[in-house]
């Protein structure tokens, strides 16, 4: 029981919170009057900083063993690449 007590629980609602505002900050920032290229990076970059909160917090990755990182990390070169052809798809 002593071990229960000692373990701290993720902030998940402001973990929630912050998600909340990055969406609410999309949805707005798709429709500001700028260049296609500046809404599309921008709109990526918000998307990364969710997906990585989501993985950190909410499936937990942050408290995991580094080995769980590795696994976790060996997509990240394919998403680069899929984001290299939605950027040169569009323009």
Request: charged share 15%; net charge neutral; glycine share 4%.
């Amino acid at each position: 029981m002593e071990s229960e007590a000692q373990v701290k629980h993720p902030p998940y609602m402001f973990i929630w919170g912050v998600l909340f505002v990055f969406t609410v900050g999309e949805v707005f920032f798709a429709f500001m009057d700028i260049p296609k290229v500046f809404i599309v990076v921008g709109l990526l970059i918000m998307a990364v900083w969710k997906a990585l909160l989501v993985a950190l917090y909410y499936m937990h990755l942050k408290f995991e063993p580094k080995r769980m990182w590795v696994l976790a990390a060996v997509p990240l070169p394919l998403i680069a690449i899929l984001f290299l052809f939605v950027l040169n798809e569009n323009f």
